[in-house]
Each structure stands twice: as C-alpha cells, then as structure tokens.
C-alpha cells in the first residue's frame, strides 16, 4: 500500500515493526515465565521452613498431638499446664539466660576490641590473622570438645555455669570479630581523629564515637552470637554435669522418652516458649537493624 506526501512523492507506508512472524518478541514471555518459576521456587522454600512453625503452633494447643499438621480438634492449654514448672521450663530457661546473656556480653565486647586494631591499622601481620580468624569459624566444634572436657576437668572448670559461659563466647568470638571488623570499616576515621585533636584517647575515642555510630552493626552481632548459643545443645551437655545447671536447650531432651515415646505436644509447646526470648530479642532491634549508620551530618566543614 503506498501513500502520496505534500509533494507529490509516493513511497510505501511505514508499518509496525513485529517481528518475522508478525508477533510480539518472544522475550517477554520469556522472562514472564522465568519470574513465575523463580517465584514457585521461592514458595517452595517458604513453604519448607513455615511447615515446622505451623506444626509447633498447631500441636502445642492439641492434646493428642502427632508428627501430621493438622488443626487441633479439641484446642487445649494443657500442654503449657504440663510443661510450665519449676523443673521442666523457669530453671532451665534461667539458666539458659545467664549462660547465654553472659556469654553474649563477653563476646561482643572482645570482638569490638580485637576489631579496633584490626581496622585501623595497618600491619603486616593482619592479613594471616584474618585469615586464621575465618579458618576458625570453619572448625566443627565436635572436633575439639574432647581436649576441651579434658582440660575442664584439670583446671577444674568442669560443671561450671561461668566457665561453659567462656568457652561459648570463645566458640563464638571468631566470626564475631570478622563481623565487627567489617562493620567497623564502614565507620570515618576522620571522626576518630576530630575526637583525638579535642584529646580523646584511642579507648574514648572507640567508646564514644565508633562504637555510637556503628550500633546497628554491633546489635547483628549481639542477635547473631545469642541465638547462636541459645540453640547450642552439645557444649553445655558436655561440661555442665549438674541436671539444676542444664540451659533449656538440654532439658529439651527430656521430652523423648526411654522407650522412643515422645511426648509431641509438651514437646511443641516448651518450643514455643523456648523460643521466645531469641524472637523477642529480634523483634525489639529490628527497627534499629534496619535505620543503617546514622553518619550523615556528623563531619562538617
């Protein structure tokens, strides 16, 4: 079909490019399609992890609870009646409480300590401890516990709450520090300096600026290393020997029987409220998790 312009001229009219085949490109369709199998694949995964929460929320108010997702027929509150004592729940969780708070607090502030250095300074020998550091987070911590019940036992730390509080915090002061550093580095030296030309020491300077700054960083290591020894069985089942000094985490153990019966909805309840204080934890940070350093504004001039 051709068309006539102003002048007099006559040439074809231009038609819509659609390809080939006069349909729209493939490509669309193609990338639709990869969207929908990447977002299957992700329910997948949701689905994976929510299935076991469903099934602690669901059998802990069912009295005749078992290993099937179901909604109780009978809702009941006597799985927590049952497990809510002095000897299943309050001990055990306090003591989890002290080990685990204790151990927290060492942890974090011997990493933001051995992380300082790390950080602004530059030495020859930093590169192969940071490396030596990530090796160690690497270590299965089954590996070492027989020299370490050993050693307990001759130092005479063994059955101690205090002393399974420092191994944990050792176990854990590894990846803690690699996680400071790198925290760390996103803070201005220049802060630092400002503070030291008023007369701050290097200590007055990481207690009131650095660390100030990069507090959201130093709460992921807190959340990090706390649910980290929150959920650790085998370390204080192997040095606390005492049954008034074992965390939550062992006592849970009590919930499966000698002869392979299990007890699913006390079990599925003392879950519930044995994660509560890691979720709690969690839930108080998260709006400080995610504001991010607060550095706008802090270097004028």
């Given at each position: 079909m051709t068309t006539t312009d102003p002048r007099g001229r006559t040439g074809a009219r231009p038609q819509p490019h659609r390809g080939t085949t006069g349909r729209p490109p493939?490509?669309?369709?193609?990338?639709r399609k990869g969207r929908w199998q990447a977002n299957l694949a992700l329910l997948t995964v949701a689905a994976a992890f929510a299935l076991p929460l469903v099934w602690l929320v669901l059998s802990s108010v069912d009295g005749g609870a078992d290993l099937r997702v179901r909604p109780p027929t009978d809702p009941t509150l006597d799985n927590y009646s049952a497990v809510l004592t002095d000897e299943i729940t309050?001990?055990?969780?306090?003591?989890s409480l002290l080990l685990c708070g204790s151990a927290t607090a060492v942890t974090v502030c011997c990493a933001a300590l051995a992380a300082y250095p790390l950080s602004r300074?530059?030495?020859?020998?930093?590169?192969?401890?940071?490396?030596?550091?990530l090796f160690a987070t690497s270590l299965p911590i089954t590996a070492?516990?027989?020299?370490?019940?050993?050693?307990f036992v001759q130092v005479e730390l063994i059955d101690t709450v205090w002393g399974t509080s420092l191994f944990l915090?050792?176990?854990?002061?590894?990846?803690?520090?690699?996680?400071?550093?790198?925290f760390m580095d996103g803070v201005p030296r220049s802060l630092e300096e400002a503070a030291w030309t008023d007369g701050a020491s290097a200590m007055q300077a990481l207690g009131r600026i650095v660390l100030p700054l990069m507090a959201p960083?130093?709460?992921?290591?807190?959340?990090?290393s706390f649910v980290a020894?929150?959920?650790?069985?085998?370390?204080?089942f192997m040095l606390l020997l005492s049954p008034d000094r074992m965390p939550a985490s062992v006592s849970i153990?009590?919930?499966?029987g000698n002869t392979g019966q299990v007890a699913y909805g006390q079990l599925a309840a003392f879950s519930m409220i044995y994660s509560t204080p890691a979720v709690l934890l969690y839930v108080l940070i998260a709006r400080r998790l995610g504001s991010g350093f607060a550095l706008g504004g802090a270097v004028k001039g």
């Open positions: 493939k490509r669309n369709t193609r990338a309050f001990t055990p969780m306090l003591n300074h530059r030495a020859r020998f930093s590169r192969p401890y940071l490396l030596t550091i070492i516990m027989v020299p370490v019940y050993g050693l915090a050792t176990a854990q002061l590894p990846i803690a520090i690699w996680l400071m550093k790198n960083g130093v709460m992921v290591v807190t959340v990090f020894m929150w959920g650790n069985f085998f370390v204080p153990f009590t919930f499966f």
